[in-house]
């Protein structure tokens, strides 16, 4: 099956640090770049990071710019989010995105895995 | 930053009920613009894409139109499975997503 599974997700005090991954199966993983969107509680989806296909690039928003670090382990097919000095306004439920044409890193979504949730919270 | 405004925020309609959402660019992104459809507790689903191809599988009541800065998506018959908020994106400069319009049972 085609999929998209996260998982890391959890309570984290103000100014602490998680590591969520999102483990692909069913498809090549290294042709694909992947994103990381996130949604908080009740509120709409915000882009937060992108990996190229084969890892050599990637992109953030202005608001995780040098908190939030993405990688991927192709040979694990894994993408990885390292959140550090997280904020009351990172708690978000966090998707991985699969761009749905292989070798672009810019384009829409056509997988997404079911979301974990980070709660930042003293 | 390109500033995506959806409009309205909820739409109140009856199963049967042709649905008009609207989505507005801060600034033009050509047709570098997709639908998604959320439902409850799930994640987003593709629906449209480069502003007027519906993505596969998605049933001809879907259509989007529309180029620049102004954009609609269009549910021709409401079905019951079609209550749900809908977001634009746009992937002209970086990528930015609206804040959703809900559309409910009236």
């Known amino acids: 099956e085609v999929q998209l599974v996260e998982s890391g997700g959890g309570l984290v005090q103000p100014g602490g640090s998680l590591r969520l991954s999102c483990a692909a199966s069913?498809?090549?993983?290294?042709?694909?770049?992947i994103h990381w969107v996130r949604q908080a509680p009740g509120k709409g989806l915000e882009y937060v990071s992108a990996?190229?296909?084969?890892?050599?690039?990637?992109y953030y928003a202005n608001s995780v710019k040098g908190r939030f670090t993405i990688s991927r382990d192709n040979s694990k097919d894994t993408l990885f989010l390292q959140m550090g000095s997280l904020r009351a306004e990172d708690m978000a439920v966090y998707y991985c995105?699969?761009?749905?044409?292989?070798?672009?890193?810019?384009?829409?979504?056509?997988?997404w895995g079911q979301g974990t949730l980070v709660t930042v919270s003293s | 930053e390109v500033v995506l405004t959806q409009s309205p925020a909820t739409l109140s309609l009856s199963p049967g009920e042709r649905a008009t959402l609207s989505c507005r660019a801060s600034q033009s992104v050509s047709s570098y613009l997709a639908w998604y459809q959320q439902k409850a507790g799930q994640a987003p689903r593709l629906l449209i894409y480069?502003?007027?191809n519906r993505a596969t599988g998605i049933p001809a009541r879907f259509s989007g139109s529309g180029s620049g800065t102004d954009f609609t998506l269009t549910i021709s018959s409401l079905e019951p499975e079609d209550f749900a908020v809908y977001y634009c994106?746009?992937?002209?400069?970086?990528?930015?997503f609206g804040g959703g319009t809900k559309v409910e049972i009236k």
């Open positions: 994106q746009q992937r002209s400069n970086s990528l930015t």
């Open positions: 995105a699969r761009v749905w044409k292989t070798g672009i890193t810019w384009n829409w979504f056509d997988l």
């Open positions: 990996i190229s296909s084969n890892g050599g690039n990637t």
């Open positions: 069913g498809f090549i993983f290294s042709s694909y770049a």
């Open positions: 480069d502003a007027s």
